[in-house]
């Protein structure tokens, strides 16, 4: 069973900063690619970030680097996601998502974008301007 519980979001005005966290079990956080994604209003899905948990390795999409950074906390099992320089188009329902293997040919982030691996109920972050 996916368990994949996720906390942090908010409203802000732009140029604020929020984190979020996302919490699994033991087992899915250290098999598995742990990542975010959202969707907007009226927007596709969009893969944010991710990270190799074994590795440490990270990914961003073009949209938020510099902004956001993912981490992990291994103790806890829990991946996070800072939040910097929010601007309104961050507006969304963040997703936390983790992905067991990316397809061949494709990195974690892309296959997150796209719709794979398995994710939780979504936190709601609004930035106004």
């Known amino acids: 069973q996916v368990q994949l519980v996720e906390s942090g979001g908010g409203s802000v005005q732009a140029g604020g900063s929020l984190r979020l966290s996302c919490a699994t079990s033991k087992d899915m956080y250290s098999t598995y690619f742990m990542g975010w994604f959202r969707q907007g209003p009226g927007k596709d899905r969009e893969g944010v970030a991710v990270?190799?948990?074994?590795?440490?390795?990270?990914d961003y999409g073009d949209s938020v680097k510099g902004r956001f950074t993912i981490s992990q906390d291994n103790a806890k099992n829990t991946v996070y996601l800072q939040m910097n320089d929010l601007k309104p188009e961050d507006t969304a329902t963040y997703y936390c998502?983790?992905?067991?293997?990316?397809?061949?040919?494709?990195?974690?982030?892309?296959?997150?974008?796209?719709?794979?691996?398995?994710w939780g109920q979504g936190t709601q972050v609004t930035v106004s301007s």
């Open positions: 990270i190799d948990t074994g590795r440490g390795t990270t």
């Open positions: 998502d983790a992905l067991e293997e990316s397809p061949v040919g494709m990195t974690a982030l892309q296959a997150i974008d796209i719709g794979f691996g398995h």
